[in-house]
T-cell receptor, first 114, second 111 residues
Framework: NAGVMQNPRHLVRRRGQEARLRCSPM?????VYWYRQLPEEGLKFMVY????????ESGMPKERFSAEFPKEGPSILRIQQVVRGDSAAYFC????????????FGQGTRLTVV | RKEVEQDPGPFNVPEGATVAFNCTYS??????FFWYRQDCRKEPKLLMS???SGNEDGRFTAQLNRASQYISLLIRDSKLSDSATYLC????????????FGTGTLLAVQP
């Protein structure tokens, strides 16, 4: 049973470009979460999705950031017109259907904006 | 005030020492609680769940006090390999399954 898969592991973008981060949850998991970790800081919640639905996006910046989890395929975190301050590690986690459970993390995507 | 608060440390301890981490949470409706471990530049990994009755896994003991909204982790006989950041995590429960992370406590075990 493969774990949470994220790709790419490392992504370099120039200012103004778009970044697309992908996350495939563990088999049998229908909940996906995205977290951002800035250098030397803790994990900050961004968005919580179930298949085809955004459940909670209270941690997402209002502009340039969007997320989806389509019926088929991985969850995508999309950052448009990236700026230097977007440089961070972006972690995806997944959990099964039942509530009050732990989540399992992917290895993360390290985004560097140059 | 942060929803989950931890002492950031660092905690520098010798091998074999016992070390305790504390965590407080502000949302009294929180349903479930966990400790995660994060090694430098790696993803967080679940260390253990935390139950009101307290639970133990080898050298690790976790406690929850719902009345005080306080969670603890005790590590006995510290090993060099225990060096990492320990994250206190709270699941708000209800309609959302969102995990809220503390900023973590850094542990450095010295030889």
């Amino acid at each position: 049973n493969a774990g949470v898969m994220q790709n790419p592991r490392h992504l370099v973008r120039r200012r103004g470009q778009e970044a697309r981060l992908r996350c495939s949850p563990m088999k049998g998991h229908s909940h996906v979460y995205w977290y951002r970790q800035l250098p030397e800081e803790g994990l900050k919640f961004m968005v919580y999705l179930q298949k085809e639905n955004i459940i909670d996006e209270s941690g997402m910046p209002k502009e340039r950031f969007s997320a989806e989890f389509p019926k088929e395929g991985p969850s995508i975190l999309r950052i448009q017109q990236v700026v230097r301050g977007d440089s961070a590690a972006y972690f995806c986690a997944s959990s099964p259907e039942r509530l009050n459970t732990e989540a399992f993390f992917g290895q993360g995507t390290r985004l560097t904006v140059v | 005030r942060k929803e989950v608060e931890q002492d950031p440390g660092p905690f520098n301890v010798p091998e074999g020492a016992t070390v305790a981490f504390n965590c407080t949470y502000s949302n009294s409706a929180s349903q479930s609680f966990f400790w995660y471990r994060q090694d430098c530049r790696k993803e967080p990994k679940l260390l253990m769940s935390v139950y009101s009755s307290g639970n133990e896994d080898g050298r690790f003991t976790a406690q929850l006090n719902r009345a005080s909204q306080y969670i603890s982790l005790l590590i006995r006989d510290s090993k060099l390999s225990d060096s990492a950041t320990y994250l206190c995590v709270v699941n708000r429960g209800g309609a959302t399954n969102k995990l809220i992370f503390g900023t973590g406590t850094l542990l450095a075990v010295q030889p």
